[in-house]
């Protein structure tokens, strides 16, 4: 689903009457009523429309739910735009799909692994690597400072990460 980005997700039903708990994942997050039809994983399209606000997210209906249980039926799916109708980023932003499966080296050459995954708990962006040397996953910060290169043509990222970040296994 290249061709698609993940915008939200149903983190479960809201009231009685269909409405569901919204997590945007858009910078301004009512932006993802903008996206409509949105899509699913399994190739089927949804409507979306907002509610209100509420406490962690948004209050939305789909109109594939209309009671409480299919409502909370539809919790953890995954709500994706077409590409094509998102805006195109500066230079120096991306979005997190687009960096998923990037191989990480280090400034010296040496490949630490690849991207599995991007999370965000409030303090910003981290990668979460992962490379047959290294002992777990590592965490790598997303600034300027620890990745300086993010090349997407050649599917690379440089990092000068700070000390600690990697750990190797002993041979």
Do not use: W
């Not at 009523?33 to 962690?56: F, M, R």
């Not at 789909?62 to 998102?86: S, V, W």
């Not at 990480?104 to 303090?123: C, F, P, S």
Request: aromatic share 6%; charged share 25%; with cysteine.
């Amino acid at each position: 689903m290249k061709d698609k980005i993940c915008v939200g997700a149903v983190a479960g039903s809201f009231g009685v009457k269909g409405e569901i708990r919204l997590k945007s994942f858009c910078a301004e997050p009512e932006d993802i009523a903008g996206y409509n039809p949105l899509s699913l994983e399994d190739g089927g399209t949804v409507t979306l429309k907002l509610t209100g606000q509420i406490k962690n997210g948004l209050a939305a209906r789909l109109d594939i739910a209309r009671t409480k249980e299919q409502a909370e039926a539809l919790k953890g799916t995954r709500l994706y735009a077409d590409r094509t109708a998102l805006p195109h980023l500066p230079d120096d932003e991306f979005y997190h799909t687009d960096l998923m499966g990037l191989e990480v080296v280090d400034t010296g050459g040496m490949v630490l692994g690849k991207v599995a995954a991007v999370h965000n708990h409030g303090a910003g962006d981290l990668l979460e690597v992962r490379g047959a040397a290294l002992k777990g996953s590592a965490l790598l910060p997303f600034t300027r400072e620890a990745v300086p290169t993010v090349d997407l043509t050649t599917g690379r990222i440089v990092t000068d990460p700070p000390d600690g970040v990697f750990t190797f296994k002993q041979d």
